[in-house]
C-alpha cells in the first residue's frame, strides 16, 4: 500500500505465539495490498476498474469494500468518492478496514492488548507494554520530528489525512479539483476503515469541513487549517 505497517502485540505470551500472530497480520496486509493496490495492474481491483472482472467474479472482499465506498459516499455528502480520480480507487477506506480487520483478528485470537498502525492509521486495543493506556501522537504538520497532539486510550481507531507528505492529492469531486483550506484532519471512532474515510471526505470539503465533522456524534476530530489554526472535539481523548 505505499506505507509501513507496524505492529505492537503487548500479550506475555510464547515467543514462537507472537510469531505466529505477528506473521498472521503481515500476511493479511499483503493479502489486501495484492488484491487492492491501484498501483498493481494485476491486482484485483485494477482488473475489476478495466472490466477485466465482473462484480458477480468479485472477491467477497473487493463486493464488501466497494459496498461500503457507495455507502459512505451517501453518508458524507459524496465528498468520500471512489471514483474521484476518474479511476478507481478505494484506497481512502481500505487501508483503515485492512488495520481494523487486523485488530479484530487479533482480538479472536486472544490478544487484546495490541496497537496495529497502517501508516499513521492506527487501531489501539488493550494496554500497552507499560500496562498504561496506548498513547497515539499525531504528526506535526509542518514538523516531521514534532507531534502536534497527543490522544490516549484502550480502544481508539484513529485516523489522520493530511498533504504534508503526498501533497493535494485528495480531491475535492466536485470541482474536480485538490482539496484546499486544511492541512490535515484527523477522525477518532471504534472502527478505522470508516475513519479513514471520514479523515479524507473532510479533508476533501475544505474548510465546510470542520462544520460537519462537529455533527457527528460517534466520533471526534482534531483539524488543523492552513492557516495552522487548531481546532478539535471538546470531548477528543486527548493527552494533557
Not at 44 to 50: G, H, P, S
Not at 149 to 177: C, F, K, M, N
Request: charged share 20%; net charge negative.
Amino acid at each position: 500500500m505505499g506505507t509501513t505497517i507496524t505492529l505492537d502485540l503487548a500479550e506475555d505470551l510464547r515467543p514462537a505465539r507472537l510469531r505466529e500472530l505477528a506473521d498472521d497480520v503481515f500476511a493479511w496486509m499483503h493479502e489486501v495490498d495484492g488484491r487492492f493496490s491501484t498501483y498493481k495492474s494485476d491486482s484485483e481491483v485494477c482488473r475489476f476498474d478495466q472490466g477485466e472482472v465482473l462484480l458477480s467474479e468479485a472477491s467477497t472482499d473487493l463486493r464488501f469494500v466497494l459496498e461500503a465506498c457507495a455507502d459512505l459516499w451517501g453518508v458524507t455528502d459524496g465528498f468520500f468518492d471512489a471514483y474521484a480520480t476518474g479511476g478507481l480507487d478505494p484506497s481512502g477506506f481500505v487501508k483503515g478496514w485492512a488495520a481494523q480487520v487486523a485488530s479484530d483478528r487479533l482480538l479472536a485470537a486472544g490478544a487484546a492488548n495490541h496497537c496495529v498502525n497502517a501508516g499513521g492509521d492506527v487501531r489501539v486495543r488493550g494496554f500497552s507494554p507499560t500496562g498504561e493506556p496506548w498513547r497515539i501522537g499525531i504528526r506535526h504538520p509542518w514538523d516531521e520530528t514534532a507531534a502536534c497532539l497527543v490522544l490516549a486510550g484502550t480502544d481508539l481507531a484513529v485516523a489522520t489525512s493530511g498533504v504534508y507528505e503526498r501533497g493535494r492529492h485528495v480531491l475535492d469531486p466536485r470541482r474536480g479539483a485538490p482539496a484546499g483550506g486544511l492541512r490535515s484532519v484527523t477522525v477518532v471512532g471504534s472502527d478505522l476503515g470508516v475513519a479513514d474515510a471520514y479523515a479524507t471526505a473532510a479533508l476533501a470539503m475544505g474548510a465546510a469541513g470542520i462544520g460537519w465533522l462537529d455533527r457527528l456524534t460517534d466520533h471526534t476530530y482534531a483539524v488543523i487549517t492552513d492557516d495552522a489554526r487548531q481546532y478539535h472535539s471538546a470531548t477528543l481523548p486527548q493527552t494533557v
